[in-house]
Structures are given as C-alpha cells and as structure tokens.
C-alpha cells in the first residue's frame, strides 16, 4: 500500500479522532462538588418521561465526518500547481487543501465542534490540519523511509509521548483562555506555539526536519515528481482541475 493510500485509509479512521484527540474531549469538574455531582447522576439518572427528540429535545447532531469524493485528485492537482508555482512547501500546500476540502465537505460537523467549544471554524479546521500531520508524522515506516535509517522503539515511544503531552497540556491551555474569555489572537498564538514545539521536539527525536516532513505530507513519496523523487516535469501539460467540493449532501 503506498503512503497516499496510506493517509487517505488513515483519515477515513481517524477523522472523528483528530478533533477530539486534540480538543474535544470531556471537561472535567471544576470541584469537588462538582465531581459528587456528576458522579451521582450517574449512578443515579434521572429517568425521563418519554424518550427525548433529537432537534426537538436535544441539538440535532450533525453526521460524523468522512472524506470528500475525489480527495486524491484535490491533493495531486494542489501539489502539482504549487511546483508550478514555485511554493517553497508543495507538499504542506497540497495537504492543506485536501483539509480544507475535508473541511468544507463536513462543513455542519465543524460549525458544531467550533459552537461546543467556543473556538471558530477557522481554528477547527487548523486543528484539523494540526491533527492530521501529526498522525502522518507517526507512520514510522514512511519516517524510515525518509531519514534513511530505522526508528527504534525508543525513539517511537518518545515521540507518541510528545503527542499525547502537548495535547493535554494544549488543551487545559486552550480552555483556559475560553473560559477566561482571552482575544482570538491568544488563542491562535497557543495552536502556533504548540504546533512549532511539537515540530522541533519532533525533530530532535527522528530526524526529520521542515523539508523531509514536506515529502511526508506531498502523499505518496515514490510517485514521480514527488520532491523526494524527481523534479518536477516540464514538458507536461497540467491535469484539468477537480471540481469543487460542495458541502456534504444532507447534512443540514
């Protein structure tokens, strides 16, 4: 299986995952009583008289995310305009529009992630994309692949290590300037920060670095014309571009 497949089975797998891992998992009790308290409705709930009315009772869920058609075909067609353009990181730029078309496509799932938790679709859709380069950066065979060497187990745990801290200390940090009501800008600062922490840590562990993580998100490695591989062909016209992804059918 080559990596683009690789990725695009792993997304499928973790589209729900990559939001919660990195923000969305349940708030703890701010005390103790507040502990008690959910501790006892538990153990006791409640019982309704009828069964409660999704969009009557309770918010209407949106439908849990999957991946735009065509999504392959939206990451060839970005990374090969960005060569043509001559964009430093090709292979972030191509990554980053297969997010936003994942995005777009699911979009309601977003608006409502983005509601719950006081934060805007622009910096879900960057968690997003946080999320997922953080999982790709964890396929450790195309990480051998890259570095030329093997990642021993060592190496893997501390990086899975990395993973699972930043993210809990994200995401106090995150929820702190939530609840205390701090400027967008604060919290955008908090996502750059902690994106560039876990890259230089990252870095520091496997050798990879900004130009080896690049091939990483380009998708497939071994195709030609991937920067790993060979420059980019001149005398080729380039492929017709996808049409756009419109939001998800139905899901409103």
């Known amino acids: 299986m080559n990596a683009r497949k690789t990725w695009l089975l792993a997304a499928v797998a973790a589209a729900i ?3 919660a891992v990195v923000l969305l998992l349940p708030r703890q009790p701010d005390s103790a009583s507040g502990a008690a308290a959910a501790n006892y409705d538990d153990v006791v709930p409640q019982r309704p008289e009828a069964p409660p009315v999704e969009g009557r009772d309770t918010p209407r869920r949106a439908p849990m995310p999957s991946l735009p ?3 392959a075909e939206i990451q060839a067609q970005a990374y090969a305009q960005a060569q043509a353009d001559g964009v430093e990181r090709p292979g972030e730029t191509a990554f980053r529009a297969t997010i936003d078309a994942f995005m777009k496509y699911n979009q309601r799932f ?5 509601a719950e938790e006081g934060i805007t679709v622009p910096e879900v859709a960057e968690l997003t994309y946080f999320g997922f380069m953080v999982l790709q950066s964890q396929q450790w065979p195309e990480i051998e692949d890259l570095v030329g060497r093997s990642i021993d187990e060592e190496e893997r745990a501390l990086a899975e290590q990395l993973m699972h801290d930043l993210n809990a200390e994200f995401k106090r940090g995150l929820r702190d300037l939530v609840d205390d009501e701090a400027p967008e800008a604060e919290r955008w600062a908090l996502i750059e ?3 560039q922490q876990y890259k230089r840590e990252y870095f520091a562990i496997t050798g990879m670095n900004e130009t080896l993580l690049d091939d990483l998100l380009a998708g497939d490695i071994s195709r030609t014309g991937a920067p790993i591989a060979t420059p980019p062909p ?3 016209e380039p492929a017709p571009a996808p049409e756009p992804v419109q939001e998800r059918p139905q899901s409103r």
């Open 193 to 195: 920060k902690t994106q």
């Open 69 to 71: 058609p065509r999504s």
């Open 110 to 114: 977003a608006e409502q992630q983005a």
């Open 17 to 19: 995952a990559v939001v």
């Open 234 to 236: 001149e005398d080729i």
